[in-house]
């Protein structure tokens, strides 16, 4: 891997990242560590969805894309990030929508200099004038989605060719030698795929440096129960993880595990809350109901500190699950955000009844079945930066725990909506 960085890449992006994402990120879980003692919460990561518009349609998403544009400002975001900054904080993830749309996206990369980003991107805007672009600034890392094979990821992002642009979007960072990462949402229609070895090495050859695997949510005004992972499935990438993290020199993340094999929740250990393109504090991407806002008039150090519904929801979080709250218990979030008279953030103003008419599903818990880092590196990383923070340990109880179960040999059908793709495609399935 160092081999690759080395030979493969602008050597003063990796310079830039390993100070900035690796010291100063560091730093910055250590910083929180501290403040936790202290009896002080600030999440040591932010995840910002900038905009809400996408030239996509994707299966299960949850965000208002059909919707009038909203995003957050150059004056909110500077705003925000200098008061992140602030409290330690230098790595934050981008989000949409689909982040290129923002028209100030660049901007706001080339003002804060002293941080970096993560973008979360179909890749369709990354052109090579974006992608030089992005090379000169040095503090950005694309991470771009690859959601099947040509066939299954148009049916998955809802038109055709978005394989092919995504898959040109990768090759123009490449060939400006950014450090450019890969995603995947695994779901049925993807999971025998991309959850491979050949894949793996298909991404080593094109360039890429790290990936990165999601398990599809089952939320949104339109979800999809039949795309969500078995517990076997579930099992199964935990251990593919673990076995290429010792085999292969890309980095893979994951964020549901810690470095001891236990499943845990970022929202639920505080390692990270997230911010919507209105500027409501949600406990992450696609729970969308809040108490505060990034425009309140407090800073956002006291606001993050004082917030009952964000300290409420770790606790409720820690206290049943080690795995996804809104997977496995939605009657439990429901019930909790009417209690606390949360606002419903999304444009459509139905995730509440969205909430209720969920069913439960098997999310990254799965107890007796802990598979520990095999990899050094990621071992001690986890240790230090990648744990649950007390949360589990403090109010976790077993006895809370319901896990869902299926009828033996009986996993989710496989989707039924994957015989068409949308009125814009040129391909049929």
Not at 184 to 206: A, G, V
Not at 296 to 308: A, K, Y
Not at 326 to 334: C, F, G, K, M, T
Not at 368 to 377: D, F, L, Q, T, Y
């Amino acid at each position: 891997m160092a081999k690759r960085a080395l030979l493969e890449t602008d050597k003063r992006l990796v310079a830039k990242f390993l100070w900035l994402m690796g010291f100063k990120g560091l730093r910055s879980v250590q910083k929180h560590k501290a403040r936790l003692k202290r009896g002080e919460f600030f999440p040591p990561f932010l995840y910002i969805s900038v905009i809400n518009s996408c030239n996509l349609r994707c299966q299960g998403c949850w965000v208002d894309v059909s919707a009038k544009q909203a995003k957050i400002d150059l004056d909110a975001m500077d705003r925000m990030l200098g008061e992140a900054k602030a409290m330690g904080n230098t790595f934050f993830g981008i989000l949409g929508g689909e982040p290129f749309m923002h028209a100030d996206i660049l901007e706001i990369f080339r003002r804060h200099q002293d941080a970096y980003f993560q973008v979360f991107t179909n890749g369709h805007f990354i052109t090579d004038e974006v992608a030089k672009e992005l090379r000169k600034l040095g503090n950005v890392t694309p991470l771009i989605s690859i959601e099947g094979t040509e066939i299954i990821s148009d049916v998955r992002r809802g038109r055709g060719g978005v394989y092919s642009k995504s898959m040109e979007g990768i090759h123009n960072c490449i060939n400006n030698k950014l450090l450019t990462g890969v995603c995947t949402s695994l779901c049925q229609s993807n999971f025998d795929d991309l959850l491979r070895e050949e894949w793996i090495d298909r991404l080593i050859e094109m360039g890429v440096f790290y990936c990165w695997y999601h398990g599809y949510r089952v939320v949104g005004p339109v979800p999809n129960p039949d795309l969500a992972l078995t517990p076997e499935q579930q099992l199964a990438v935990r251990k593919f993880v673990v076995e290429m993290r010792v085999k292969k020199p890309i980095a893979i993340i994951d964020a549901y595990h810690d470095a001891d094999g236990n499943a845990l929740c970022p929202a639920a250990t505080g390692f990270t809350h997230h911010i919507s393109p209105y500027g409501d504090i949600e406990p992450c991407p696609v729970i969308q109901f809040a108490k505060e806002s990034i425009h309140d008039e407090r800073p956002l150090r006291q606001v993050f500190n004082e917030s009952e519904f964000l300290s409420d929801f770790r606790e409720l979080a820690a206290k049943n699950t080690r795995g996804c709250i809104i997977l496995e218990r939605p009657d439990l979030l429901s019930g909790f955000a009417k209690e606390h008279e949360a606002k419903d953030t999304t444009v459509r103003h139905a995730a509440y009844e969205e909430l209720d008419a969920l069913v439960s599903n098997p999310s990254q818990y799965n107890p007796g079945n802990e598979i520990p880092e095999k990899s050094w590196v990621y071992w001690l990383l986890k240790k230090y930066a990648f744990h649950d923070y007390g949360a589990y340990s403090k109010h976790f109880d077993i006895k809370n725990w319901q896990p869902t179960i299926h009828p033996e040999g009986n996993p989710p059908a496989a989707p039924q909506n994957l015989v068409q793709l949308d009125a814009d495609s040129t391909t049929k399935t």
